[in-house]
């Protein structure tokens, strides 16, 4: 589903529509720059690059990105790489991860991955992040941490996430409302526990019986 909202995957049938707009046909790209982002299970960072150049490579705009801008406005590039790299500074120090700055990528843990994912999103015009299962290997330490940020992100920053994930303690913590589907149709929206609770939901995901439920 992450997938076919962010673009990497065309619907064969159905609209996918966000903020009022059909958005079906729009490149990732395009999505990206309307304030849709999303993680991934498995983090895709830049692994040969150094933790602070892979927060600072994703803030759109950038007047570098135009060749011509570092021949002819090389002030302006210039102007517009301190305050990336400023902000970038502000995202590491809001993640607690300034201590692994110049680390590459590739060899920090898989936690500190997820932390990283969620920070490039903070480099962008989010108003939409798809966050798909980013308690996976995470230990429960690192992952309190990343609970609390997302919290914050949506109270001070109003960024609306969509949560896939398995972890129950997350999604109770995080979620309102919760929506269970199976087979690629809703089966249930409510809250948490309500969903926990509901027999149709424990019989498609655990093998349990609406009777054995009551």
Known sequence: MINLIAGALHPSSGKIHYAGE???DLAPNERFHRGLVRTFQIPHEFAHLSVLE???LVAPHQAGEQMWSNWFSPGRVRIDEDEVRRRAWATLGFLELTHIAHERAGRISGGQKKLLELGRTMMTDAQLVLLDEPAAGVNRTLLRKLESQIEYLNRERNY??????HDMEMIERLCDPVVCMTEGSVLIEADFKTVRSDPHVLEAYLGETKDAAQ
Do not use: K, Q, S, V
């Open 22 to 24: 059909d958005i079906t």
């Open 54 to 56: 892979n927060l600072m």
């Open 160 to 165: 609306t996430f969509l949560l896939i994930e």
